[in-house]
């Protein structure tokens, strides 16, 4: 039963491990006991675990390898694997675990939490996303562990850009900055969305600035992760978020990094990276009056099946940007296939 004026903190834990009460948290004191008693009966319960070493390394492996999945696996079959191993932590901190342990397995959680959070904004349901951005920072303040919480903000700021709150975006993205660990993935991409939230909001100034602040960091993050790892931040992404700000901003320099992009990959190569890089440019050169080539663009990208909500509404932006050219054969053709587009 949930107890009248629990601490907010705790009631938080109780959510994400679905305990039904104090005792099953490990928090309600046991009763009747002597004081000395009480006091062994503690250090029992802090050295008693079923948890073995391999379970949490291996936990620890398939953590990163959903991270490292996210690029290339559909969101909802994603999402459905992070949901099976959340469970099993969920019933692994029901058990016996020593209290190092139990830190392990939430910053376990917390990541998971965060994993599924990017995918729902992916597949636009924003409640369970601030739900379990919710999850990550409680877990971050019950570990000490201030990355997750870094990150909680970073994905929030990544919902109010694709909610397109230029304001939000970029309030969210200076907090965000101000809260990050330094030498992490996190401080790099809230830097990178501090770029886009300010090209947005026409600042050509604090574009170059947050851009030169993300390059700086990119040589300090850690390199205990992969490259392809969601939650670290890949140099080469870099260049995407220069592309897309210089396109956002009306820089015509953005042009040449947009091309260099798509340029780089083959067409079965990083898709979803692929289908952005392709929004900007076309959103590039219907600025620059070639509407044939930008809507080609826009075609490639809804064709690749791999916009979702969270990416697809830059092919109706750039839809909108060609409005004035419907006696272009391609342009009329971007136009229905927007009909196919994810809501």
Do not use: C
Request: charged fraction near 25%; aromatic fraction near 4%.
């Amino acid at each position: 039963m949930v107890q009248a004026n629990e601490q907010p903190e705790v009631k938080a834990l109780r959510h994400v491990l679905d305990a039904p009460t104090d005792d099953t948290l490990g928090l309600a004191p046991p009763a009747g006991r002597a004081d000395g008693d009480a006091l062994l009966d503690l250090i029992a319960r802090a050295e008693a675990s079923d948890v073995t070493p391999s379970v949490l390394d291996t936990l620890d492996v398939v953590t990163d390898e959903l991270a490292r999945a996210y690029a290339t696996t559909p969101a909802q079959s994603l999402l459905d694997e992070v949901q099976t191993h959340a469970r099993q932590i969920g019933g692994l901190l029901a058990g016996r675990a020593t209290l190092a342990q139990r830190r392990r397995l939430l910053v376990a959680g917390g990541w998971l939490a965060l994993l599924a959070a990017t995918i729902y904004v992916d597949l636009g349901v924003r409640r369970n996303a601030a739900v379990a951005r919710t999850v990550a920072a409680s877990l971050e303040r019950e570990t000490g562990h201030g990355e997750l919480g870094a990150w909680a903000v970073e994905i929030d700021t990544w919902a109010a850009l694709v909610d397109q709150d230029w304001q939000r975006a970029a309030g969210l993205a200076a907090l965000g900055e101000n809260v990050a660990p330094e030498n992490t993935g996190a401080a790099v991409q809230l830097a990178a969305q501090s770029a886009r939230a300010a090209a947005r909001l026409g600042d050509g100034p604090a574009v170059r600035a947050a851009l030169d602040r993300a390059a700086h960091r990119i040589a300090t993050q850690p390199s205990d992760r992969p490259s392809d790892h969601h939650f670290a931040f890949d140099a080469r992404k870099l260049d995407h978020y220069v592309a897309t700000a210089l396109a956002w901003l009306g820089d015509p320099a953005g042009e040449r990094h947009a091309r260099e992009i798509v340029e780089q990959y083959p067409p079965t190569g990083a898709p979803r990276r692929l289908a952005t890089a392709r929004l900007d440019l076309g959103l590039i050169l219907a600025r620059e009056r070639r509407p044939d080539e930008a809507a080609e663009l826009g075609i490639l990208a809804v064709d690749s099946d791999r916009l979702v909500p969270s990416n697809a509404w830059r092919a109706v932006e750039l839809d909108e940007a060609l409005s004035g050219h419907r006696d272009v054969g391609e342009v009329v053709e971007l136009h229905e296939r927007l009909s196919d587009l994810p809501a």
